[in-house]
């Protein structure tokens, strides 16, 4: 463990971003409303960093009625809104992006502290954020609709794109700022309000971003309500699943989160745009550049400790490489840092709770009833500060077995040999999850069949890239038990828009589509 750090804490972080001013005697507010804050007291959690597992106060939990009033604010925010033209839109959130810029730096070392993740992480984090709301300023004169050539004589057909009403959006620990930004920024861009339910083991960091955000909405003369942080556990996601004034959630976690959610949200004919659990593969070819595969390989197996939706799960290695590959990987594993995301030495920084670290080892064993060898890690960590710090670990596998089909949120990588490229891909699909993929090749062959229809399964597919650290600018989703959706870059705008179709006569007759000839009299 690296022995110096700068030590700084919640309450300077706090203060550096204003969030300080809503605690009131160590109670953190329940809900943000429409630029205020609802304390309840009778209600709550400890907060704690998975740094040193010292409390730092409570946090009120939401019920309902916060959830419903929240909703009716954003409702009421969204009918004014909806009325500015989306190029002023636009202006707003290039004033966003500003104040994200200005706190960069304050907003990454709260991430650091809730979430656990290391301080480059935690600030490229922040920059998907100031990056989506460039996105979205762009896009704020693209949301283009479509002019269809009509088949009567002296009529358009129109096709026009109007926002939704009020977004739900439901983010997990891991990028506590990031995923609710992707969803957060287009919504607003398309002249929706959001109301969101972040994370309870994050709190602060949303309660920073709608204060930030909420500052801006009232210098621009924009309705406040706008945006609201409702707090607390899945019975406040519940809430907000099933009120009827949200035409659609964007939900982000577990695969069992969204099994629960979408009926629900079907059964009211409401949308849901789902990003859920990962299971990802990353396959070595005999052709691979080993001094860019094994790079990737480490950053996508433990970076954020393991708990990316996106980190890399399963090695698929060329039965003649495999014996090179393991044996450099553990060299590399050897050397990691593990330890106080705040030291600016440490690589990986501790898993975000005791349930987490637990899930990790029961993998371990479980993986080794099936046959597996533990090349290295999987030790707890133990010393100062007192969190929960584990050796991230790599098991070789005989063949695929359950324990590999399930994602475990922690760095452990399970490494299996193949022989053939179809038999690679085989391995690839054959989870139930579908989000992100890649090869290392230098055969354009190989890497052109991995990215064709015959190949990956998944939403992402790389090449000579890793599974994890995507851009903003490609559409962000997988497939299978993932959710199908696709959030951030290219045209996930129109998740957040209804389309309507518009015919429109500007002639002097009236002919029916497909020549139907409906003759009445009209004297
Ligand atoms: C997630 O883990 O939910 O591609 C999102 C990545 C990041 C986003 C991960 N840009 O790893």
Redesign the pocket.
């Known amino acids: 463990m690296s022995a110096q750090n700068t030590g700084y804490r919640l309450n300077q972080v706090a203060s550096d971003l204003h969030i300080d001013q809503f605690q009131r005697e160590e109670f953190w507010p329940a809900a943000y409303i429409a630029g205020h804050a609802r304390h309840n007291v009778s209600h709550y959690l400890a907060v704690s960093s998975p740094i040193d597992c010292v409390s730092h106060g409570h946090l009120g939990l939401a019920c309902t009625v916060e959830v419903n009033a929240a909703v009716t604010a954003a409702h009421e925010a969204f009918l004014a809104w909806r009325t500015w033209p989306a190029p002023k839109r636009g202006l707003v959130i290039k004033a966003i992006a500003q104040q994200v810029a200005a706190q960069k730096h304050a907003l990454a070392r709260l991430i650091v502290l809730e979430a656990g993740k290391i301080e480059t992480e935690a600030c490229?984090?922040v920059q998907?954020w100031i990056d989506l709301c460039d996105f979205a300023l762009g896009q704020s004169r693209q949301l283009h609709g479509l002019v269809i050539a009509s088949e009567r004589e002296s009529h358009n057909l129109l096709e026009q794109w109007h926002p939704l009403g009020v977004v739900g959006v439901i983010t997990?620990f891991?990028?506590p700022i990031?995923?609710w930004a992707w969803n957060a920024m287009l919504a607003l861009i398309c002249g929706n309000a959001v109301v969101w339910k972040p994370s309870e083991k994050t709190p602060l960091c949303a309660l920073a971003c709608v204060h930030l955000v909420s500052q801006v909405l009232q210098q621009h003369g924009a309705p406040v309500g706008l945006l609201s942080v409702v707090q607390g556990d899945a019975t406040v996601g519940q809430a907000l699943v099933q009120n009827p004034l949200v035409p659609l959630v964007s939900a982000?976690g577990s695969t069992r989160m969204g099994q629960a959610i979408a009926p629900q949200v079907a059964a009211r004919f409401g949308r849901s745009l789902l990003?859920l659990g990962?299971n990802n593969a990353l396959i070595v070819a005999p052709s691979a550049d080993l001094s860019l595969a094994l790079p990737a390989i480490v950053f996508s197996a433990v970076?954020?400790c393991g708990?990316?939706?996106?980190?890399l799960r399963r090695l698929i290695v060329h039965h003649s490489l495999i014996e090179q590959v393991c044996q450099q990987l553990c060299q590399i594993y050897s050397t990691l840092v593990i330890g106080d995301p705040r030291d600016a030495a440490t690589l990986v920084g501790p898993l975000i709770d005791g349930i987490a670290l637990q899930n990790m080892k029961n993998k371990i064993e479980e993986a080794i009833l099936d046959g597996g060898v533990l090349l290295t890690g999987g030790q707890v960590r133990v010393g100062v500060p007192v969190g929960h710090y584990v050796q991230p670990a790599i098991i070789q596998m005989p063949r695929q077995t359950r324990v590999m089909m399930e994602e475990t949120f922690a760095p452990l990588l399970f490494v299996l040999s193949y022989r053939t490229l179809d038999e690679a891909i085989a391995l690839n699909n054959a989870v139930p999850q579908g989000l992100?993929s890649a090869i290392f090749t230098q055969d354009q062959r190989e890497a052109a069949i991995f990215i064709s229809a015959l190949g990956s399964d998944c939403g992402?597919a790389n090449v000579n890239v890793g599974?994890?650290?995507?851009?903003?600018g490609g559409a962000?989703g997988g497939e299978k038990a993932t959710g199908g959706g696709r959030e951030?870059g290219s045209d996930a705008w129109k998740n957040y828009m209804r389309r309507s179709t518009n015919t429109i006569n500007y002639g002097a007759q009236l002919p029916l589509a497909q020549g139907v000839d409906f003759k009445i009299k009209t004297e």
């Open positions: 490229g984090e998907e997990a891991n990028f990031a995923v982000t990003e990962g970076g954020t708990q990316r939706c996106t980190s992100s992402l599974t994890s650290g995507a851009e903003i962000f951030s």
